[in-house]
């Protein structure tokens, strides 16, 4: 048995690149500088970057060795033979279809298959899936249990779809279903999980209803991990049998290799039947490329081979998950409330509760992702006002339902000390939290606020 009680990194450190340190004072320039909006700062000025868990994984040694030897060729090529050999036995599904990245693979689908008026349903759709669905003129439907919408819930499956309203949904509206989804594991929701019992009976009402199933898998393996930690009866199954029984479960899949497949870009859509391939692929060749790199160059497909081997590494993904816990369980012993429990690859602070005297109006969240630069080189994302509240049209402000600051983690990149030395500099924000002022929105642009807004401090 084991008798350590500390989750180690299962990795030893071959390449490294320095940390930008600078002092409050240059933080505060920058910050300035960025118009308080961190979306502007140049990567060199921010130590911890946790804007984002995609693309920003540390590749292995044997993900760069397989890039050395991969195979350029424009058609037939061996890299893709080796990628198509490894989805399919993951997913079970016969056609591989890469694309450079995930929202590429829902473009394709909502092009080759979603028509105005027609909806998809999935327990939270990504923003950028959202994007593509609404692009060609059709809804994106949310349908995730309450719980899922409530940050203090301890719900161990927050990612979960409410089963009779997808079932009522389903039978109002499967004339105009392209096709249903579920996005595991659930990122808008806070990154929480699917469990394998909701995965099945979604499918079975997919399959009742005569609609093709399809997953957003880009976190299937930390979804996959939760369900042999959290899931009654699965905790003597390997990852990749229960990741194989979820994909089993549906009619294709399609993935932001970003992620789960430890790459810094790359994606592919996996399907079971040959109905929509040659739209499809008569559709990647047009935007993407041919059908054996789609996008990407070879040696993006041999690292994507083998980081999707990688990830199904149960000491990994012990340690992956160990990341989010343990900086969620940090934050909330020093007072620093976090959406409950904390998902796989982010947590999630409560910036409303955490600063009850900054208004919606003033962005509470942003204040927060300002005073985390300053004070500790943090680059977090704002997941609130900034983001989703508008502005009625007399002028009246419409806050979002929540300030949420994402913090998530980039995969084998910072190690404990890091995070020990984050936690240690939080006690401080915590202390002066009462002294931090909102902001005031001085350029407000069309469209996507969160990335180019500027602001001033009040
Ligand atoms: N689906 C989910 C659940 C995602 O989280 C993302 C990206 C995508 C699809 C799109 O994939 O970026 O490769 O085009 N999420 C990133 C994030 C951007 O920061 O959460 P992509």
């Excluded at 249903?180 to 594991?185: A, D, E, H």
């Excluded at 409560?350 to 004070?375: N, R």
Aim: net charge neutral; proline share 5%; charged share 25%.
């Amino acid at each position: 048995m084991n008798h350590h009680r500390t989750i180690i990194e299962p990795f030893k450190i071959k390449t490294v690149e320095p940390l930008a340190m600078l002092s409050r004072a240059d933080r505060e320039v920058h910050l300035e500088r960025a118009g308080y909006n961190l979306f502007s700062l140049p990567s060199e000025v921010v130590t911890f970057d946790f804007l984002t868990d995609s693309g920003t994984t540390a590749m292995s040694a044997a993900q760069w060795a397989a890039m050395l030897v991969a195979d350029e060729s424009y058609a037939g090529s061996r890299s893709f033979a080796r990628l198509e050999a490894v989805v399919r036995q993951l997913t079970g599904c016969t056609h591989v279809i890469p694309t450079h990245q995930g929202r590429a693979a829902e473009r394709l689908l909502c092009l080759a298959l979603a028509k105005p008026g027609m909806k998809i349903p999935s327990n939270n759709h990504f923003d950028t899936t959202r994007a593509n669905i609404e692009f060609v003129g059709a809804e994106a439907v949310d349908l995730v249990i309450s719980e899922g919408r409530d940050p203090r819930s301890r719900h161990p499956f927050k990612g979960n779809i409410d089963l009779p309203k997808l079932d009522a949904f389903l039978t109002e509206n499967k004339q105009s279903i392209p096709f249903g989804m579920i996005t595991i594991t659930n990122n808008t929701g806070g990154g929480q999980p699917v469990s394998l019992e909701n995965i099945r009976e979604v499918a079975k009402l997919y399959k009742r209803h005569g609609i093709i199933f399809i997953i957003d898998c880009c976190r299937f393996a930390e979804n996959a991990y939760f369900i042999k930690l959290r899931e009654p009866g699965q905790s003597n199954r390997s990852v990749r049998d229960i990741a194989q029984e979820i994909f089993s479960l549906s009619d294709g899949c399609y993935m932001s290799a970003k992620k789960d497949a430890l790459v810094n870009i790359g994606g592919f859509i996996a399907l079971r039947s040959t109905e929509w391939v040659e739209k499809l692929r008569a559709l990647l060749i047009l935007t993407e490329g041919f059908p054996t790199y789609g996008g990407l160059a070879a040696r993006d497909l041999e690292a994507m081979a083998v980081g999707l081997e990688e990830v199904l590494d149960e000491r990994y993904l012990e340690y992956r998950l160990a990341v989010t816990r343990y900086m969620a369980e940090g934050f909330n012993k020093l007072g620093i409330p976090t959406v409950q429990p904390p998902g796989g690859h982010a947590v999630y602070i409560d910036a409303k509760e955490f600063l009850p005297h900054i208004p919606t109006h003033q962005f509470p969240g942003q204040s927060l992702v300002c005073e985390l630069y300053s004070a500790e080189g943090i680059r977090a994302c704002e997941i609130g006002s900034v983001m989703f509240g508008s502005f009625t049209s007399n002028g009246d402000f419409r806050p979002s339902a929540m300030e949420l600051v994402r913090l998530a983690f980039p995969r084998r990149v910072y190690t404990q000390s890091h995070f020990d030395y984050i936690l240690e500099g939080m006690e401080e924000v915590v202390a002066n939290k009462a002294k931090l002022k909102g902001l005031k929105l001085v350029y407000d642009p069309p469209f996507l606020r969160h990335f180019t807004a500027k602001f001033q401090p009040l």
